[in-house]
Structures are given as structure tokens and as C-alpha cells.
């Protein structure tokens, strides 16, 4: 990844824009968390027109945009279209909640550093789809969620902070990704108002987090917030 222009120098709140293909529970949990002063949404966009998300963003009277990949002749054409859309809204951060499509390298590299992804696995562990269905399937004792800098491999770059959640004897995928879901919301919520904050940044391939790079993701408590590491002592 090159070096990343962020922090840039922003005012607050954070301008985040959000991609979201369906339902948007993701893409909900910020809208209900923006207070106007840390961070807001300032566009919503899928790829589907008929996303529940675009209703979500309309009802809190957040720009909402459809752009649908028929009609483009190649992904990187698609991708230009929706980056330009994108930009319209002057994003500090984008967020994919929910994004069902490979972005090209090319969207991936313009929002270098400035582009988070919610994936429903501890990563590295199960990178892709059918997440819960293989943590039950691995007999996992654990499962969850991370928050990572999107880079052009799939669900690969930067960790910044994971969810854990138990996975209990006889649990279907289903009971298992709702119990998962129930903890993405904070999850991402707290990263977006860390990044806001100034206190979470990408450097290259590291997550700095307090200027200090971060070794293993931060982990969000019982209390919903991050457990930042303790300050550094003084030599
Ligand atoms: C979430 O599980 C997210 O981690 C994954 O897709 C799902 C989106 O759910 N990337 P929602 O649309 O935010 O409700």
C-alpha cells in the first residue's frame, strides 16, 4: 500500500461516505451514532437500486445514490463512475458496510488509507463469503468480527479492531451471524469515531493507533468501546 495521505488535516466532523449493497444495519448503527460533531455521513451509494440501505440513508435525509453495474462495460468503468460519485460528497473516510462487489485496484488505491471494510470473520481467518458456515464448520470456540483497511487483496489489509463472540454448541450459521452482527455495530462505530478522533490512522501497511503501530487489533469490550494499549512509558 503507498504511504497514506491520512490523517489528513480535516475539521470535524468526519465526512464519512458508505457503500452498502442490501440491508444496511451497518450503515443504520452510524446514522443512529452521528452526533454532528465527530463524525457524519455525508452518502450512502450501492450498487443495488433496490437496497434497503438507501432507504435507511434516505430516511435520515443522507444523500443516497444507486449506481447499478449494467450498462458499464468493465469493472474498472463501473468502479470510475462510482469513485467520481463518491467524490462528489468530499469523503474524509469511506466505509464498506455491507459492499457485495470486488472494488478494481484502481478505487481501492484512490481511497489508499481512507477506506474501511466490516467483515463478519476474526481475519485472517476466513476471508470472503460464507463466513459463520465455516467457523462453525473449523469447530471454532470463537468467532466475530474485524474492521480493516481496504487494500486490493480481498479482506487482507490493516487490522484495526475485532469483535469476539462465542460460538455455541448447535448454533446454525444463522444464530451464529446474528450474534455477530449484534457486535459489528459498535465495532465499527468505534473505529469510524477513532479514526475521527484522530487517534487511528494508516501508515503504509501498519494501523498506527496513538502515533504507536499496533501489533494485534484492538478489541472491543463488554462496554462497547475499544481497549486501547497503555500508554507508552518514558525510557
Ligand atoms: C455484515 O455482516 C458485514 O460484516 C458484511 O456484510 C454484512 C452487512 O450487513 N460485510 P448489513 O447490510 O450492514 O446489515
Redesign the pocket.
Known sequence: MPHSPFPIPHSLPLRIAVL??????????LLDAQDGSTFAVVGVFSDRANA??LDRAAAAGVPAIAIEPTGFATREAFDAALCDAIDTCSPDLVV?????RILSDAAVERYAGRMI????SLLPKFPGLRTHAQAIAAGDAEHG?SVHYVIPALDAGPRIAQARVPVRPGDTPAQL?AR??ER?HPLLVACVRAIAEGRVFASGSDVLVDSRPLAEPLLLGDDGRLTFPPEATPP
Open positions: 452498502a449493497s442490501g440491508r444496511g444495519s451497518n450503515l443504520q448503527a434497503p440501505a464498506c458496510a455491507g459492499y457485495l471494510n466490516i467483515h463478519p468480527a451471524a455477530v452482527l459489528e
